[in-house]
């Protein structure tokens, strides 16, 4: 039948785009209730259609000073992950010492470790230590799984770069940080720049670290998570909307750029 045969040539296809919509399909729950007037406190039953929560997405208290808080530790978790991790990347791949088949191997732990695991030793570590738990410990947790995905991500783009560029740009006089601005940088620009969005998205993302060592502090997903014992707000799903629509045209402008640069390199 020209159906069959039809759906086996577009079998990969199809099943593509089958896991791509059962990926999406909570997104866009959320994205429609955030136009839900409830007319009780749980935001889980359409009603009727409102613009109410889009008009004042801080009307419940303590959202924005969790969502504020959660912005901050994602961009300083962010930015030390990401510096720590390109270094260790570099090291990892273009140097040679004692223990590096063993550091190799520890990079990995956190990606494969339990996150409750990771949670409660660092919680024993801080205990330990006397520190007061709160920002910085959250900010110190969160910077230290997030190390791990950054490592591999840098990792794999320094593996897959020519030595022979940075040997030509030497050739040519260039001292080592000029070649390293000039050649090797930009070459590792994109790998980074996906260590580092990615970390953001596990830090801002992230509650059973969170949870243990953030002491009376409240993130955002842990605002989430105590608003659902009560009663959902809809301006929950505003935010979560806001956040997943931007991801959107991030990951849309990247690729916008990439394909520039690709038209602009075959010309």
């Not at 991500?153 to 593996?159: I, P």
């Not at 045209?249 to 520039?260: D, F, I």
Request: proline share 4%.
């Amino acid at each position: 039948m020209p159906v069959l045969r039809w759906i086996r040539r577009n079998l990969v296809v199809l099943a593509g785009l089958l896991t791509l919509a059962y990926m999406i399909l909570p997104n866009v729950i959320v994205m429609v209730f955030s136009f839900n007037k409830p007319k009780g406190r749980f935001n889980y039953a359409w009603q009727d259609f409102s613009l109410d929560a889009w008009k004042d997405p801080c009307g419940v208290a303590d959202l924005c000073g969790s969502l504020s808080l959660s912005l901050q530790i994602a961009f300083w978790a962010t930015l030390g992950a990401t510096a720590l991790g390109t270094m260790i990347a570099f090291a990892l791949v273009r140097y040679r010492f004692r223990a590096r088949g063993t550091v190799n191997s520890l990079i990995f732990l956190p990606m494969a470790m339990p996150e409750v695991v990771m949670a409660a030793s660092l919680l024993t570590l801080f205990l330990n230590m006397g520190a007061q738990l709160g920002f910085w410990t959250i900010l110190i947790a969160h910077i230290m799984f997030c190390l791990s995905f950054v490592v591999t991500a840098v990792k794999a783009r320094v593996m897959s770069m020519d030595p022979r560029l940075e040997e030509a740009a030497r050739d040519l006089y260039a001292g080592p940080v000029q070649t390293f601005v000039r050649v090797t940088l930009p070459i590792a620009a994109p790998g980074i720049a996906a260590g580092a969005l990615l970390a953001f998205a596990l830090s801002f993302d992230d509650f059973i670290i969170t949870n243990f060592n953030a002491g009376s502090t409240v993130t955002f997903p842990m605002f989430v998570w105590g608003s659902a014992q009560r009663g959902t707000p809809v301006q929950i799903n505003v935010i979560g909307t806001a956040m997943f629509a931007i991801a959107v045209l991030m990951v849309l402008a990247g690729q916008l750029v990439s394909g520039r640069r690709k038209s602009n390199a075959g010309k």
